[in-house]
Every structure is written in C-alpha cells, then in structure tokens.
C-alpha cells in the first residue's frame, strides 16, 4: 500500500529526521510511520549543562538572556535573542545534545 514504517533506535535527532527523508525519496512510498526512538544517553542536570556550554560558546547568542530547563528527556528554552536565527541556534544547540527527545521553545525575539 506504499507506507513504510520505521523501527528502531537512533543516538541523534537528524538521524531520525534523514532516515525518513531518505525513505521519503524511494518510489512507490505514499506515506512513512516513523516509530524510531531516541536513545537516551544523559541525566538532566548533563543535558542542561551541555546545552548552556553550546550556548556560551556560541558568539551569536547571548547566553545571559537564556534559561534551560530539562524535565526527563523534555528540554524548556526561555529568554529573549534579537533575530529569528539566534532563536533557532539555540533550539539547534538543544536538539545536538544525545538524549534530547522534545524541545519546548518559548524564547522570544525582542
């Protein structure tokens, strides 16, 4: 019927996103379930200390006006950046840490 399901682990977010875009791209597929999951790799206080070292080395951001919270595998960023493109850096930066399964971003562009 042209759906393919996906199963498995993955250690990283974007190898979840390319596996599906990989597949997206063969013929025949009308539709993809994608059922992989992230392994889980760090504690919460790790995560959030990994993802507030992204931020201090990132020249662009503004770590001062930034706030991690982590609840399990659930990342929450707040705060205030100045463009659009530092919003979406930090997401990035939460999203590269191993264990990250959901981003939360309510950082605002002032």
């Known amino acids: 019927d042209g ?8 250690d990283w977010q974007y190898q979840k996103e390319a ?5 997206r791209k063969l013929a025949g ?18 995560i ?18 930034l706030r991690v919270t ?3 595998k659930t990342v929450k960023l707040e705060g205030h950046v100045h463009q659009w493109l530092e919003r979406k850096a930090a ?3 939460a999203w590269s840490i191993p264990g990250v399964t959901h981003v939360e971003n309510y950082i605002l562009i002032a």
């Open 3 to 10: 759906w393919v399901t996906l199963e498995g682990e993955v």
């Open 19 to 23: 596996a599906q875009s990989a597949v």
């Open 29 to 46: 597929v009308v539709g993809i379930n994608n059922m992989l999951i992230l392994k889980p790799k760090e504690t919460p206080e790790n």
């Open 48 to 65: 959030k200390e990994r993802i507030e070292a992204a931020f201090a080395r990132n020249a662009a951001l503004d770590s001062r006006k």
């Open 70 to 72: 982590v609840e399990g």
């Open 91 to 93: 997401e990035n930066a």
